[in-house]
């Protein structure tokens, strides 16, 4: 039987899974049924004569025959796209800045990892993200776009849904070993929290820890998600966080899994008179794709 040949569409699909870190992930970036990807990947797998991929809890990692391919298919991607650009022509190039702002935590633990996505589809665009733990008015141009966790009201923008934030509590091992592990809500009384600060206490999170904890212990509190994370790290207590930016953190595990704190539902939000602009529409493409990761 003949050793399958290398072909860029499954150095494609590896590049899609690459930057989702799932399956299913890759198969909704690229509009496929996620058993096309695993069978395109097992195809890649058996040209090489190696794996690419290791499965993990949180979705797959690369292995070091996958790192080796990376920057390979990397550099073809980046090939493949600049003969695109100059067949089109020069006036296809999407240029100029795009202001955007999410939280802390969406632009630390998520948009970050993927910028290099967007660096390498248009070159010739500047990001400018705001991180704010305001809520920027895009009706007064304060900036372009916004990923907001709550639905915005404003007839002038466009919004629409692209996940949800899921929530759970955690606590890093240190923490536990030190301070034992909760068996029962019950015992949340006896432990300390890392939090939002009190002004932020309407969050949904926030309302349903006070239903838990009558008087929680606060040994943190912020007004930004990323502080709170790194508190929680390094042991400064238990964190309703949110599961994805959790399972980026490998000293953080979940306790009393078998809570919910409310999920959030995150919005991806843009003046009605801004959406159809080049380079507005070039960030918003990148978004939708990258907000996936949330379902993933």
């Known amino acids: 039987m003949a050793k399958p040949t290398l072909s860029w569409d499954d150095l494609r699909i590896f590049l899609a899974v690459q930057r989702r870190s799932s399956h299913g992930g890759a198969a909704r970036l690229l509009g496929v049924d996620p058993s096309t990807v695993g069978r395109r990947i097992a195809v890649l797998e058996a040209a090489l004569g190696a794996r690419v991929f290791d499965r993990t809890p949180t979705g797959v990692t690369l292995t070091a025959e996958g790192g080796a391919l990376l920057s390979r298919a990397t550099r073809m991607e980046e090939e493949a796209l600049a003969l ?9 190039r999407v240029t100029g800045t795009a202001r955007l ?17 967007l660096r390498r589809t ?17 009706a007064r141009r304060e900036a372009d ?14 919004a629409r849904r692209c996940g949800r934030l899921r929530q759970g509590l955690y606590a890093s091992q240190s923490y536990l070993a030190r301070r034992g592990t909760p068996r029962s809500p019950a015992d949340l009384e006896h432990h300390d929290f890392v ?3 009190a002004s932020l206490d309407d969050l949904p999170q ?23 994370v790194l508190a929680c790290v390094q042991g400064a207590g238990l964190a309703v966080l ?9 000293r953080l595990v979940p306790v009393l899994a078998s809570l919910h704190p409310p999920d959030r539902e995150v919005w991806l939000v843009v003046h009605q008179d801004l959406r ?9 493409e990148w978004l939708r794709g990258t907000l996936q990761q949330l379902e993933g």
């Open 84 to 92: 695109e650009r100059e067949l089109a022509g020069a006036d296809a």
């Open 101 to 117: 702002t999410a939280s802390d935590g969406l632009v630390h633990y998520l948009l970050l990892p993927a910028l290099d996505e």
């Open 122 to 138: 248009h070159p010739g665009l500047t990001l400018d993200l705001r991180p704010e733990a305001r809520s920027l008015d895009l």
């Open 145 to 158: 776009i916004a990923i907001r966790l709550v639905r915005p009201r404003s007839s002038s923008l466009v």
């Open 195 to 197: 939090g939002f600060d």
């Open 206 to 228: 926030a309302k349903w820890l006070g239903r838990m904890v009558r008087e929680p212990r606060w040994t943190l509190r912020a007004s930004t998600t990323t502080p709170q």
């Open 242 to 250: 949110s599961t994805f930016i959790a399972a980026r953190e490998p």
């Open 276 to 284: 159809k602009t080049a380079r507005i529409a070039a960030v918003l």
